[in-house]
C-alpha cells in the first residue's frame, strides 16, 4: 500500500520508498516531499519486533470546501457553495453536495460568510 498525503491540496500518492519516515516525540510520521505536510503513522509491528507503519484509517476523508458569493443582476449576491469529499487518489475530488443559492445578501463577504456557516454546520454533522 503506499502512502496518500493528507493535505487536501495535495493528495500525492507515495510508495514507500519515496518517503522518509521519521520518529518524533508524538510517534511515527514522514513528510510528504510535495507539500512537506506532516503525516502521522502508526507503528503496528510486534513490540520488539521490526517497526512496521501504516497510515492510520481516515473514515472522513478531507474535505474541500468551496464558498462563494455569485453577483445578480439588482447588484446584490447570492451566496453559494460546494462540498467535496477527496478520493484515495492525487487530485481527484468527488462532488459530494452543491447548492447554487442559499440566501441572497447585500454583501458579497456576507454571502460566502452565510455560506461557509452552512458548510460548517454540514461537516459538523457528518462527523
Ligand atoms: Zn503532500
Request: charged letters at 25%; aromatic letters at 12%; a neutral charge.
Given at each position: 500500500m503506499p502512502f496518500i498525503c493528507e493535505n487536501v491540496e495535495c493528495r500525492a500518492v507515495l510508495a514507500r520508498g519515496q518517503v522518509r519516515s521519521i520518529r518524533e516525540n508524538e510517534g511515527w510520521c514522514f513528510y510528504c516531499p510535495d507539500c512537506k505536510v506532516r503525516n502521522a503513522l502508526n507503528d503496528v509491528g510486534v513490540p520488539g519486533g521490526p517497526v512496521e507503519l501504516i497510515q492510520p484509517e481516515r473514515s472522513d476523508l478531507p474535505h474541500k470546501v468551496i464558498a462563494t458569493a455569485r453577483p445578480l443582476e439588482d447588484g446584490r449576491y447570492a451566496a453559494q457553495l460546494r462540498v467535496q469529499r477527496a478520493l484515495g487518489?492525487?487530485?481527484?475530488?468527488?462532488?459530494?453536495e452543491h447548492w447554487e443559492q442559499l440566501g441572497i445578501f447585500l454583501d458579497a463577504q456576507e454571502a460566502v460568510a452565510h455560506a461557509k456557516s452552512i458548510a460548517a454546520d454540514l461537516l459538523d454533522r457528518k462527523a
Open positions: 487518489m492525487k487530485g481527484t475530488y468527488a462532488v459530494e
